[in-house]
Nanobody, 117 residues
């Protein structure tokens, strides 16, 4: 079983920044961040696979940057210029790549991000 430990959430004002971290208990090919706000569907924010291929949601492009430290099995999410629309529970997810697609089989507990106006 893969364990994912997230950290770095919190409360900021509009325009502020936060950095999320997710450490996996083992090396795993695909890692990503998802978020879910109350009453909304979960959405993918960013993911990076083992080859460094990165996908970023249009809603956060230019503001959020993801990076991975493979040696530490850690995924980072640098979030800048935050706005209230970014408020959500952020979840780290990870899994293998099968049939050319990442399979997010493992999920963290989530870390809350709240942005006030």
């Amino acid at each position: 079983q893969v364990q994912l430990v997230e950290s770095g959430g919190g409360s900021v004002q509009t325009g502020g920044s936060l950095r999320l971290s997710c450490e996996a208990s083992i090396s795993i090919y695909c890692m990503g961040w998802f978020r879910q706000a109350p009453g909304k569907e979960r959405e993918g924010v960013v993911n990076i696979d083992g080859a460094g291929r990165t996908r970023v949601a249009d809603s956060v492009k230019g503001r959020f940057t993801a990076s991975r430290d493979k040696d530490k099995n850690t995924l980072f999410l640098e979030m800048n210029n935050l706005n209230p629309g970014d408020s959500a529970m952020y979840y780290c997810a990870a899994g293998p790549r099968t049939n050319l697609r990442c399979q997010y089989n493992y999920w963290g507990q989530g870390t809350q991000v709240t942005v006030s106006s």
